[in-house]
């Protein structure tokens, strides 16, 4: 079995391709040690102690590196866990089970979308889905939709996307132009 390794715009986080599907569906977000217990692989990245976030995408998994970190000494040790993990066949939750759910940890604020949003608020989540989600995974990292309230469209990054640099350009110049081009409605997105 071979990894892929791809680098993502955010320095900290490189991106893992193992040529297999990871998850079903969706996608699962591990932020710190204490999360990572639904998942044998997110743990034993974790138990590294210079891993600060796993993210479990389709077909990929972008890891993040802690500050100070060099990924010279650090990516010969993610590469050899997840050859053990995907070599073993082992399940990616305690379980068994290969699907997830893609709600960032902290989504338990609700934004209340107004059903008389409905039409507006179908619009932004099929742009996201086919244009957004896509290209933001290919960095690493996924897009969650978190609600529409009077013009403004809330998000949440996760994976490489969270913590990148470049993150708030993407929001602000990227997908808020997609948004309010294609959604006349939308007036700003915000991180949520």
């Known amino acids: 079995m071979f990894i892929?390794?791809?680098?993502t715009p955010n320095p900290a986080t490189l991106k893992f391709l193992p040529g297999r599907q990871v998850m079903t569906?969706?996608?699962?977000?591990?932020?710190?040690?204490?999360?990572?217990?639904?998942?044998?692989?997110?743990e034993a990245l974790f138990d590294l102690g210079d891993v600060t976030g796993?993210?479990?995408?389709?077909?990929?998994?972008?890891?993040?590196?802690?500050?100070?970190?060099?990924?010279?000494?650090?990516?010969?040790?993610?590469?050899?866990?997840?050859?053990?993990?995907?070599?073993?066949?082992?399940?990616?939750?305690?379980?068994?089970?290969?699907?997830?759910?893609?709600?960032?940890a902290e989504a338990d604020e609700d934004f209340g979308d107004d059903p008389a949003d409905a039409d507006i608020v179908a619009q932004i989540k099929d742009l996201l889905e086919t244009r957004v989600r896509p290209?933001?995974?290919?960095?690493?990292?996924?897009?969650?939709?978190?609600?529409?309230?009077?013009?403004?469209?809330y998000l949440a990054m996760q994976g490489a996307c969270s913590g990148c640099p470049s993150s708030t350009a993407t929001l602000k110049h990227g997908i808020e132009s997609l948004l309010k081009h294609y959604v006349p409605e939308v007036s700003e997105v915000r991180a949520a």
Not at 57 to 78: C, D, M, N, R, Y
């Open 25 to 42: 569906g969706g996608t699962r977000e591990f932020t710190s040690p204490e999360d990572a217990g639904a998942s044998p692989l997110a």
């Open 135 to 153: 290209a933001v995974a290919n960095d690493g990292g996924d897009i969650i939709y978190r609600g529409y309230r009077e013009g403004i469209v």
């Open 54 to 104: 796993v993210f479990f995408g389709q077909e990929f998994i972008s890891v993040t590196a802690a500050p100070g970190v060099e990924w010279h000494g650090l990516k010969p040790q993610v590469v050899s866990i997840l050859l053990d993990h995907f070599v073993s066949e082992a399940p990616l939750f305690v379980g068994g089970d290969a699907s997830g759910i893609a709600v960032p």
């Open 4 to 7: 892929e390794t791809e680098t």
